[in-house]
């Protein structure tokens, strides 16, 4: 069974950091390629940062420069590393990964003030 489990959500304060976290089960996780999507209230989901299998990693314009994905395949878990927040990053934030399939986790709130 395969399983994405999220944590590291929470209250964040405007100009701060929070590092979420993304634990994979059932999968070879070395050969996904692993995402993180978030929904805002109201919103469609976006994406928000990928890496590769390789290790090439590619993020949205909105968060470039201020978010950093990352994986450590020894532990199956790839990161999303959140710094200079903004009110407007406040979602729910999704793991997907990807090879053949698509798996989602399901979800971490992140909520920031100002």
């Known amino acids: 069974q395969v399983q994405l489990v999220e944590s590291g959500g929470g209250l964040g304060q405007q100009g701060g950091s929070l590092k979420l976290s993304c634990a994979a089960s059932?999968?070879?996780?070395?050969?996904?390629?692993m995402a993180w999507y978030r929904q805002a209230p109201g919103k469609q989901r976006e994406w928000v940062a990928t890496i590769t299998s390789s290790g090439s990693t590619a993020s949205a314009d909105s968060v470039k420069g201020r978010f950093t994905i990352s994986r450590d395949n020894a532990k199956n878990t790839v990161y999303l590393q959140m710094n200079s927040l903004k009110p407007e990053d406040t979602a729910v934030y999704y793991c997907?990964?990807?090879?053949?399939?698509?798996?989602w986790g399901q979800g971490t709130q992140v909520t920031v003030s100002s």
């Open positions: 059932g999968i070879i996780f070395s050969t996904y390629t």
């Open positions: 997907y990964a990807r090879n053949i399939v698509v798996y």
